[in-house]
């Protein structure tokens, strides 16, 4: 299962390497990525997109008849360029568009409605806790006064704000880029929902059965690093408690990626889009390890 087809690359590959033998079953929340997978459903009849969630795995699982036999899963969280080139999705400065970046454009608040509508201390939370933006404060208080006389509505306004309170542009990185991923994680509720599907990836794979998750900040690799870290330890009794009485045998996964895998230079040359990603993968284990 691949949880966040988005361009199809990854759902490609896979196709490519397990035969006509497997299947795989695609998901996304983006309708558009959905739209873009018809095109290789026809190319591969053993490919079936559906638009969801990758919260609704585990439903998904039950519904197409494979929950506990799934033998991987793959999850890479980051934003399809696909989306980062269209400036009417509004994830990206590079072009002026409107101030939406949700993934499913269908559903939830956008990013000008928390711009604004939240309190002021609710943005300071969102730029500091998923931004890890250090003027979080400043701007926060910033957008409290202006959107009284102008909202937010487009990209480009908020991100030569955020640019004039850092005094100008500086370096290869954008001032705005914590605020953007701030905002994009509240707008999609990512960090909400990224242990969720964790905990389904582990319900619906097979014994033996593989996840993989591609993150691209530290925010998300700590969740899955945590996660995978609890689960495979074999004893889950407190840390204070002298002896351990649980057996010792309750791991669940078996981590496969010792530390945490970043793409080689070659591989970043050719897609500049992937330095910053972090994989780690992990095998579930069966009932008694």
């Given at each position: 299962m691949d949880c966040t087809f988005g361009g199809g690359g990854h759902a490609r590959e896979i196709l490519n390497r397990m035969g006509s033998a497997g299947r795989l079953i695609a998901l996304d929340r983006?309708?558009?990525?959905?739209?873009?997978?018809?095109?290789?459903?026809?190319?591969?009849e053993n490919l079936k997109v559906l638009h969801r969630n990758f919260t609704d795995l585990m439903d998904v699982a039950k519904e197409e008849g494979v929950f506990g036999r799934v033998n991987g899963i793959l999850a890479d969280l980051g934003t399809s360029m696909?989306?980062?080139?269209?400036?009417?999705r509004g994830f990206s400065f590079s072009a002026d568009g409107p101030l939406d970046m949700r993934m499913d454009t269908g559903t939830g608040l956008t990013a000008a409605d928390i711009l604004n509508?939240?309190?002021?201390?609710?943005?300071?939370?969102i730029f500091r806790d998923y931004g890890e933006e250090r003027y979080a404060g400043r701007i926060a208080r910033e957008v409290a006064v202006r959107r009284r006389h102008v909202p937010y509505r487009n990209t480009l306004d908020f991100a030569k704000q955020v640019e004039d309170i850092y005094g100008g542009r500086r370096g290869r990185i954008h001032p705005a880029t914590r605020c953007f991923q701030a905002l994009r994680i509240a707008v999609n509720e990512e960090l909400?929902?990224?242990?969720?599907?964790?905990?389904?990836?582990?319900?619906?794979l097979a014994t033996g059965g593989t996840l993989v998750v591609i993150s691209f900040h530290s925010l998300e690799d700590r969740i899955v690093k945590n996660f995978f870290r609890d689960k495979a330890k074999g004893c889950i009794c407190p840390p204070e408690q002298a002896q351990c009485t649980c057996g010792g045998n309750?791991?669940?996964l078996r981590i496969l990626t010792r530390k945490v895998v970043r793409p080689?230079?070659?591989e970043v040359e050719r897609n500049p889009a992937s330095r910053s990603s972090r994989l780690r993968a992990a095998e579930k284990l069966g009932a008694a390890q």
């Open positions: 983006d309708a558009e990525a959905v739209n873009r997978g018809r095109e290789l459903e026809a190319e591969f696909f989306q980062l080139k269209n400036p009417g509508q939240y309190a002021e201390e609710d943005l300071v939370r909400e929902s990224l242990p969720r599907f964790l905990e389904s990836g582990l319900e619906v309750n791991a669940k080689s230079g070659w």
